[in-house]
């Protein structure tokens, strides 16, 4: 069975730093691109962070770009997303995903086959 679960959230001011955790299991973690997805109360889950099988290629909305960054770590099956210089619109729920065929638009929910439960993100002004 595979599960994605994801930690890391919390309630942290403007310009702060938080990073995100995302740990796979039941799956080949090594044949899975992921990422990240958040969602705001009243908005549309939004796709903000892709990274590839190996690693080697991340991308990510222009709404996080610079300040946000994806990497993983095979030997541990996590992902991680450090998402620093926050803004009170970052606020969301966040979302790991994963990925079993290759993606083309990867900021499309629907690419993605496995879903954490989501850690929730608030930044106060």
């Known amino acids: 069975q595979v599960q994605v679960v994801e930690s890391g959230g919390g ?9 995100l955790s995302c ?10 691109a992921m990422a990240w997805f958040r969602q705001a109360p009243g908005k ?7 990274i590839s099988r190996t690693g080697g290629t991340t991308f990510y909305a222009d709404s996080v770009k610079g300040r946000f960054t994806a990497s993983r770590d095979i030997g541990t099956n996590t992902v991680y997303l450090q998402m620093n210089s926050l803004k009170p619109e970052d606020t969301a729920m966040y979302y790991c995903a ?28």
Do not use: H, K, M
Request: proline letters at 2%; charged letters at 15%.
């Open 98 to 125: 994963a990925a079993r065929d290759p993606v083309g638009r990867w900021w499309e929910s629907d690419n993605y086959n496995y879903w954490g439960q989501g850690t929730q993100v608030t930044v106060s002004s």
């Open 11 to 19: 309630l942290v001011q403007a310009g702060g730093s938080l990073r």
């Open 23 to 32: 740990t796979a299991s039941g799956l080949t973690f090594g044949a899975v």
């Open 44 to 50: 549309e889950r939004e796709g903000i962070s892709y």
